[in-house]
Structures are given as structure tokens and as C-alpha cells.
């Protein structure tokens, strides 16, 4: 049994706020941020944003478009994107795959794209 909806949405609205670093993963981390292979090559860096939307039915989501520029080699598939705040681990969304090679231009994550839930 899981927690009432407005619980879940204030959990999320306390939890994941302000500016947070978003981190690039091809294997996903645990809930506790363990694990997981974080983007390590190719220019990548972590992203700082601070733009998130009120939680509604247990998830939240991102607020505007978080841009990881442009990769000078080959990301792999990303298949999850974790959010931190310093070394603190707040989340991982694992809501998209997407294979990013040399040849993009760009990195972007659409506004809405990620998706936290606390159930």
C-alpha cells in the first residue's frame, strides 16, 4: 500500500527543489543513488538546474529545458538522469532512452521529461 496522493505530492515538492545537479546515467543508479554508470566521456558535465514543476498525482517533473551541450564523443544510450544537490543523492528518473553520439549538436531533456514519483 502506498502513500496518499498528497503526501506523495508534498514529499516530492520538499524534496526536489532549487537548484540541483542533473547527472547523465547508461545504467541506472539504485533509489539510493549506489550503482549506476554515469556519462563520463566526451565533454559531458553534470547540468545545474533549478526549475522544477508542483508535483501533481505523486510525480514531479522538470520546468524548462535542461542542456547538456554538445558531446565531443559518443554518450551511449542514456536510460536514466539522477538529480543531486552536492553530494546528497535526490532521485532518478528513469523515464527515457535516448542514444546520444558524436554527431549530435546538442543534449537536451525536454520540459516535463523527467518524472519523479514517491510512492
Do not use: C, Q
Not at 29 to 54: F, M
Not at 109 to 118: D, T, W
Amino acid at each position: 500500500m502506498g502513500y496518499p496522493v498528497a503526501a506523495r505530492n508534498s514529499f516530492l515538492d520538499a524534496h526536489i527543489t532549487g537548484a540541483l545537479t542533473v547527472a547523465l546515467y547508461t545504467s541506472a543508479p539504485n533509489d539510493e543513488g549506489v550503482g549506476g554508470t554515469e556519462v563520463t566521456d566526451g565533454s559531458y558535465a553534470r547540468v545545474s538546474h533549478s526549475s522544477w514543476n508542483a508535483a501533481a498525482a505523486g510525480v514531479l517533473t522538470n520546468n524548462g529545458i535542461i542542456d547538456f551541450g554538445d558531446p565531443t564523443a559518443d554518450w551511449g544510450t542514456i536510460v536514466a538522469a539522477g538529480v543531486w544537490d552536492g553530494a546528497t543523492f535526490k532521485g532518478v528518473s528513469t523515464a527515457f532512452s535516448t542514444a546520444v553520439g558524436s554527431s549530435a549538436t546538442s543534449v537536451t531533456i525536454a520540459s516535463g521529461a523527467l518524472s519523479f514519483n514517491f510512492s
